[in-house]
């Protein structure tokens, strides 16, 4: 039977855990978002150099934006697995950032296929898809902690923890709106008073494209750990009640 999770004492452990873990997440972060950075500037260059071609070369460049999706999204896979393994009071060292490429076709599959479902259920109405997003909140969690098992059960796995516990995930994240309000308004600001400074080609893309990453690198950098652990927290206290109520 679902119980009542303390948010604030996962909230405040993730703060604890970003102060004393062995390899600071602040670091690891800035690493993965230093990556990030990178694939946004590789982006940007072979946007520039092809403009606005056709054929083979639009082709190419469709194919290096794509490319580039599906690292950032095992890069993130990595960053989850970090968070997790922290949270078990494992070491994780920052090569770790990249273990996720091990089962690196499970995890672009489990994306894909959360996606297609939830923009399904989300044509239907909006709180549909959102459940079913809530839903399968812990499928990543799964993979991450069993490498071997198959997609479709780490989503069912994620979908019967989850009963119960929509709600209360919910409120957890709806916590942290305040902050996230205001970062996307500082960033929307920075993005209104600096793209008229740079101008239209090659190197002025280049250059902005660097300096707005780092602006929201520096602002990402202590809350995207904050929230990821927070949710791990929950995650782990939800799933050792699911157990001991089987």
Known sequence: M?????????????????????????????????IDVGLNLISTAVSGM??????VLSFSFSFVGVLIMLLSTVLMAGFTNYCLRIHRG???PYESLFDAFSFAGKVILMEVLRGVLIALASMLFVIPGLILAFSYAF????????????VI??????????RGYKWQLFLLL??????????????????????????????GDLLYTLVYGVLTAAAELYLLPYIELATVGFYRRAAAQTDSDL
Not at 9 to 23: C, D, F, P, S
């Open 153 to 162: 059960e780490a989503m069912r796995r994620s979908r019967m923890e989850m």
């Open 2 to 34: 679902p119980v009542q999770i303390d948010r604030r004492a996962a909230k405040a452990e993730a703060k604890r855990l970003i102060q004393t873990a062995q390899v600071p997440p602040l670091r690891f972060t800035a690493l993965l978002l230093a």
């Open 90 to 92: 494992e070491n994780m």
């Open 50 to 55: 092809l403009g606005d071609s056709f054929g």
């Open 139 to 150: 499928a990543l969690y799964h993979l991450c902690e069993d490498p071997g098992v198959g």
């Open 174 to 203: 709806l916590s942290f709106w305040p902050l996230l309000l205001v970062l996307a308004a500082a960033l929307g600001l920075c993005d209104y008073l600096l793209a008229p400074l740079f101008s239209a080609t090659i190197p």
